[in-house]
């Protein structure tokens, strides 16, 4: 009895779904826009006496990642997170619960080159 892969279920589905390329690691060249997803914790829950913890939360930091060039590129950015936060909120995969902790705010990011918005967000998840 396994948890999901919240990270790989991520990468794929918001790949898919937001047409973003979606990553656990930014690659060193990467080209925007890219979403990184990222673990920040992942903690058991509900231990029932001598067994296994029935769930987990997996918090996870959604970064997007956009250019600082072109037309107006912060509102382009900040409609890519508002997009992927959407997203996240309608998303129901099998055995898990979407909590978003924090919706995507502007945070600073230190390449001159890119801009950054990043939310926290909690899946609860079931043994699959």
Known sequence: MAFPDVLALLCESMSAELGV?????LPPDF?????????IDDIPRDKPFNGRHLRTTVSVDVLYFGSKSGPDP????RALAERG???????QPNGITVDERTRPVRRPDYNPKFLRYG???DFVCKPI
Not at 74 to 77: E, K, S, T
């Open 31 to 39: 080209t925007p826009p890219i979403i990184q997803v990222v673990t």
């Open 21 to 25: 390329r979606t990553v656990t690691d």
């Open 74 to 77: 912060l509102a382009h950015l």
């Open 85 to 91: 936060s959407g997203w996240l909120n309608a998303w």
């Open 119 to 121: 939310g926290v967000v």
